[in-house]
């Protein structure tokens, strides 16, 4: 591998599998010989954390459209420069769950802040910086809703703020994300989350190496 490291990110709506993938991707790049950080939005680094509470909680509270959006650049800016840059100038691999693809699709295609704005951002806060390689999940919206309904209930999670919404919302989502896929065909792969695990992780997996042997 180059000296300069490799920033991958998975995308997906609610229930599919996403947290388990990206440990499974973790643990393959490890054995493979790499030097693996598995990171997370919102959050990754205290500050961000900090945010996700705001963001992500059940009582964290109501925000606007373009305040949420506002926070998530606010924990990613941060998250960027305190942990990802970093990591990647030492030629590690950043494994990130979710990255500025949730934010055109919840806060974009989800609750219908005009695309440019985030666009905007994305050169305002972050200096247009984009992930290496980008897996999306792709599920039908009832099944990954089914899905993230039993887990929530099995853990006992207060995390469900946006779990909560309307079925049409998670369509919305699912669309927006399979056309930020075909907008950037160099950087998003499509993945069917409805296959198996193991199937799912090879894929995964099988597209990772390829990429970093690439580089
Ligand atoms: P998680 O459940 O995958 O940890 O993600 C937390 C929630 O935050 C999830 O419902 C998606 C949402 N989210 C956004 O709305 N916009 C964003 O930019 C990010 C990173 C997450």
Redesign the pocket.
């Known amino acids: 591998m180059s000296s300069q490291g490799i920033f991958i990110t998975l995308e997906g709506g609610?229930g599919s599998g996403?947290s388990t993938q990206i440990k499974t991707l973790a643990a393959f790049l490890q054995d493979k010989g790499h030097d693996v950080i598995l990171t997370?939005?919102?959050g990754g680094t205290p500050e961000a954390e900090k945010i996700r509470e705001l963001?992500?909680n059940r009582d964290g509270g109501d925000w606007t459209p373009m305040a949420e959006t506002l926070l998530?650049f606010a924990a990613r800016a941060m998250h960027i420069e305190t942990l990802i840059k970093p990591a990647l100038a030492e030629g590690k691999i950043v494994i990130c769950?979710?990255?500025t693809d949730?934010?055109r699709a919840?806060?974009s295609y989800g609750h219908g802040l005009d695309p440019d704005i985030i666009e905007s951002y994305v050169q305002l806060a972050i200096a247009g910086f984009e992930p290496d390689l980008t897996f999306i999940l792709d599920i039908d919206a009832a099944a990954g809703l089914e899905r993230a309904g039993r887990r929530n209930t099995d853990a006992d999670s207060t995390?469900d703020r946006?779990?909560q919404m309307q079925i049409d919302f998670h369509e919305r989502l699912r669309q927006g994300f399979l056309e930020i896929a075909a907008r950037n065909p160099e950087r998003c792969v499509i993945i069917d989350a409805q296959q198996s695990i193991d199937e799912i992780a090879a894929q995964i997996g099988d597209a990772a190496l390829e990429r970093i042997s690439n580089v």
Request: hydrophobic letters at 30%.
């Open positions: 609610e996403k997370r939005e919102p963001l992500v998530f769950d979710r990255f949730s934010t919840y806060q995390e946006f779990e």
